[in-house]
């Protein structure tokens, strides 16, 4: 991690593995949940979800790579 390239690449990986995530969960819960409170719920939380584990990476990435 000493290389910016390194964090760089692992940033966006993080990042792209998170997007797909979303993705693949918003695709499920609009094929399986009909009710739409349900739904939006859902997509709230996980949202939510997604992004404290995006903080969570970034903040891990920051403390290993030195600047």
Do not use: C, K, N
């Amino acid at each position: 991690f000493s290389l910016p390239t390194v964090a760089i690449a692992t940033t966006l990986f993080f990042l792209s593995l998170l997007y797909h995530a979303w993705v693949g969960v918003r695709d499920i819960m609009v094929d399986y949940i009909h009710d739409t409170a349900i739904r939006f719920t859902l997509w709230v939380l996980i949202t939510l979800l997604l992004l404290g584990m995006a903080i969570w990476v970034f903040l891990i990435l920051l403390q290993v790579v030195e600047l």
